[in-house]
């Protein structure tokens, strides 16, 4: 099992529609969940990170945590096409050999 | 302040050659990583390094070497360069369960 899955996409959404991304996780002693954005040609951007159960919320996004479920989201909510990118889960893997693990990412577009 | 500073950007290498990646940060994170990007991937970690003094395998390590010169510098050696490395490859560091900061990249292609 990968240490961290995401649903591979492609996910298209018309424009003000809401996109919902998903990301599980292997580790249950995992501690920090983040979320990146990543445009065509460039490097990875933090845009959200959580690290309790439940919802936390930043302007259009929001991000998701059941620890129980191994399970962690992102909603965008009134996309818009400048938010067409991939985006990639990560997740602190712990237990002595701490390291920063991604998922494969899932390619975002909103359509006009 | 220039967070991570990762070189080159560009890279051309023919099959046997070997080339060292570079990667510096200003922000005295304890973590530092390397990782390469093939399309429909995502980021493949390949080496990482907790604190100074020490590194580890991450999923892709075969073919690669690392050292963690100091706290600010961890380079990505290449010994013999084959066609599969072709590949972006992205330097990142962090203090533990915070924000990570990326390097600019390394568009690497083996001939």
């Known amino acids: 099992q990968k240490e961290v899955e995401q649903n591979s996409g492609p996910l298209s959404v018309p424009e003000g529609a809401i996109a919902s991304l998903n990301c599980t996780y292997s580790?249950?002693?995992?501690?920090?969940f983040f979320w990146y954005r990543q445009y065509s040609g460039k490097s990875p951007e933090l845009i959200m990170f959580?690290?309790?159960?439940g919802d936390k919320e930043d302007g259009r996004f929001t991000a998701q945590l059941n620890k129980a479920s191994q399970y962690v989201s992102l909603l965008i909510r009134d996309s818009q096409p400048s938010d067409s990118a991939t985006y990639l889960c990560a997740v602190n893997i712990g237990g002595g050999s701490e390291k920063l693990v991604f998922g494969k990412g899932t390619k975002l577009t909103v359509n006009p | 302040n220039a967070g991570v500073t990762q070189t080159p950007k560009f890279q051309v290498l023919k099959t046997g050659q070997s080339m060292t990646l570079q990667c510096a940060q200003d922000?005295?994170?304890?973590?530092m990583y390397w990782y390469r990007q093939d399309p429909g991937m995502g980021l493949r970690l390949i080496y990482y390094?907790?604190?100074?003094?020490?590194?580890d395998k991450g999923e892709v390590p075969n073919g690669y070497n690392v050292s963690r010169l100091n706290k600010r510098e961890f380079s990505l050696r290449l010994e013999s360069a084959a066609p599969s490395q072709t590949s972006v490859y992205f330097c990142a560091s962090e203090t533990y369960g915070l924000e990570a900061f990326f390097g600019q990249g390394t568009r690497l292609t083996v001939v």
């Open positions: 390094s907790a604190s100074e003094g020490t590194t």
């Open positions: 959580i690290y309790s159960n």
């Open positions: 922000m005295n994170h304890n973590s």
């Open positions: 580790d249950r002693g995992s501690q920090s």
